[in-house]
């Protein structure tokens, strides 16, 4: 079975902290992903990496960013956090390029920032 | 400009019926997949069914089918015998573009199922 594990199912955080959240895979995925999903908007992508040191701008990377030191782990980085990150964080992984296959998702982040 | 429409945000079935939740879709690609994910209250996203552009048939698994029609760009699915199990958010989703490493799932806004006995 594809596993992909997130440090943290909850978690709370103070405005301007710096905020680490990890992704990990288990199948050799080369393509990796950070969503965010709130209420009535679905899902939007923040980031993608195609490859380790590899990433790409999602819809919204405004206030975020990544890391792809190893093929395993994908970190989504908030550099400091505001109370409209308060969301839950979603991590998938995939093997297939575009139009290809299905992604596998973590189980997710719920991120609250006061 | 929205890729992926959902325009039901709540359904309700009784147990043993069968629902079809709605999707439309725009891209000017030839090339492009389609995918249902489920999401219970849990949280997870549960991968169900995919369905490729150049696919002839629509694809099914199980108790779910996708009723795949391009020319509407329109990509429904199918539950048949509904269970109380599938009460869930159900998201439609579109993977665009040609042999291009990663591109990212394009994501409706979700329709929640509730199911009734």
């Known amino acids: 079975d594809v596993k992909v594990t997130q440090s943290s199912r909850y978690l709370v955080k103070r405005t301007g902290e710096k905020v680490f959240l990890e992704c990990v895979q288990d199948?050799?995925?080369?393509?990796m992903f950070w969503y965010r999903q709130d209420p009535g908007l679905g899902l939007r992508l923040i980031y993608f990496?195609?490859?380790?040191?590899?990433?790409e701008k999602g819809d919204i990377p405004e206030g975020y960013s990544v890391s792809r030191e190893k093929k395993e782990r994908f970190s989504l980085i908030l550099e400091s956090a505001s109370t409209n990150q308060t969301s839950m964080y979603l991590c998938?992984?995939?093997?297939?390029?575009?139009?290809?296959?299905?992604?596998?998702f973590g189980p997710g982040t719920r991120l609250t920032v006061t | 400009a929205q890729k992926i429409t959902q325009t039901q945000p709540g359904m309700f079935v009784q147990e043993k019926e069968a629902v079809t939740l709605d999707c439309t879709y725009d891209?000017?690609?030839?090339?492009?997949?389609l995918f249902w994910y489920k999401q219970p209250s849990s949280g997870e996203m549960i991968f169900l069914i995919y369905?490729?552009?150049?696919?002839?048939q629509n694809a099914t698994e199980g108790r779910y089918s996708l009723n795949f029609q391009k020319a509407r760009k329109s990509a429904n699915l199918v539950i048949s015998a509904s269970q109380l199990g599938d009460s869930a958010m159900y998201f439609c989703?579109?993977?665009?573009?040609?042999?291009?490493?990663?591109?990212?799932?394009?994501f409706g806004k979700g329709t929640t199922l509730s199911v009734s006995s």
């Open positions: 998938a992984s995939s093997p297939f390029r575009a139009g290809e296959g299905e992604q596998y």
């Open positions: 199948m050799d995925h080369e393509n």
């Open positions: 990496s195609y490859d380790v040191k590899m990433k």
């Open positions: 891209t000017s690609d030839q090339s492009y997949g």
């Open positions: 369905q490729g552009s150049y696919d002839e």
């Open positions: 989703a579109m993977s665009e573009g040609q042999n291009q490493a990663g591109t990212a799932l394009i």
